[in-house]
């Protein structure tokens, strides 16, 4: 897909619009067919790396569209007029948190948030700490094929293969994977040196691959994901084993998702004849915030008229 290349799928016109969202080579759609015109937003967002692409489609929207299927997931999360932090927001206060930690700053963040890598880079090279990534990070940048994104042989980034990932590539014969990031490969045994100017992007499955490296003197963890995870039973381990190991926690984060008052904006400049909710939790409060709204149930069939 190429942003606003139409596709023919059969009788389907398909044009992908790219869009900002936290997931890397995200897109919207629009379906055109039958002389019906149908715009679905997917998941989206103004605030992140990429937001010129949200005011683009606000200010050069679809025309005539007879559908907009729109998502809603900040409805019941945020206030209408409340906004997100800006990654540029989060870079400086990854950067300040870089600053006052002695020990090695780990970030529990997802390793496909290309967004989230490259704003976490950006503070590391301000506060002159070397980004140490695993091998499934490295390779998801590698997959990116962007020259100007973060890469795991890039000068100031280091790549870490914890006990789990070293299993894998030898049980499924990966070998050449090692040869790619080997000038920057870096050993257990090299973790506790380097923890003061180091910042790791961490998941609990390498939590005994730092126990062992004794790298966690002084350590902070800045948890960089969505904060309904930690009151889920599965993370209690997570949380039990930085308790134990006497490891502070912070959290920078921010939506994946437009704000309320983004996507009235985006509404009203498509001035769809009806909007639809999706992935939405409160998908009945649309008509609180956006005109034409129809709700729509899951695996029922309709006609756009």
């Not at 970030?107 to 976490?120: A, E, F, H, L």
């Not at 990534?133 to 390779?139: N, P, Q, S, V």
């Not at 008509?287 to 008229?305: H, L, Y």
Request: one cysteine or more.
């Amino acid at each position: 897909m190429r942003d606003l290349e139409p596709l023919q799928v059969g009788p389907f016109e398909i044009t992908p619009y790219l869009i900002d969202h936290s997931a890397y080579d995200a897109y919207a759609f629009l379906v055109a067919a039958d002389k019906k015109r149908l715009f679905y937003t997917g998941d989206l967002r103004a605030h992140g790396a990429k937001g010129g692409l949200f005011e683009k489609l606000v200010h050069k929207p679809p025309k005539q569209v007879d559908v907009l299927l729109m998502e809603g997931s900040t409805i019941g999360r945020l206030e209408p007029e409340g906004r997100f932090s800006t990654e540029k927001e989060l870079e400086f206060g990854f950067l300040k948190e870089m600053k006052s930690t002695k020990g090695m700053v780990l970030v529990y963040c997802s390793g496909q948030n290309i967004d989230r890598i490259v704003t976490i880079f950006r503070a590391c090279k301000q506060s002159q700490r070397q980004m140490i990534i695993d091998l499934y990070t490295a390779e998801i940048l590698r997959a990116t094929e962007n020259p100007r994104i973060p890469q795991g042989d890039w000068p100031g980034v280091r790549v870490f293969i914890p006990q789990w990932q070293r299993r894998l590539v030898k049980r499924n014969q990966l070998f050449h994977l090692l040869e790619i990031y080997k000038k920057n490969r870096i050993f257990p045994e090299e973790l506790r040196e380097i923890a003061a100017h180091a910042t790791m992007l961490f998941r609990p499955s390498m939590a005994t691959d730092l126990e062992e490296a004794g790298c966690l003197d002084e350590a902070k963890l800045i948890y960089s994901l969505w904060d309904g995870y930690l009151k889920e039973e599965s993370f209690s381990p997570f949380l039990n084993w930085l308790d134990r190991h006497g490891i502070p926690m912070s959290q920078i984060h921010t939506s994946g998702h437009a704000s309320i008052s983004d996507l009235r904006r985006l509404a009203k400049a498509i001035n769809a004849k009806t909007v639809v909710p999706i992935h939405s939790f409160e998908a009945e409060r649309f008509p609180e915030f956006f005109e034409n709204v129809t709700i729509k149930q899951d695996r029922v069939w309709w006609n756009v008229k």
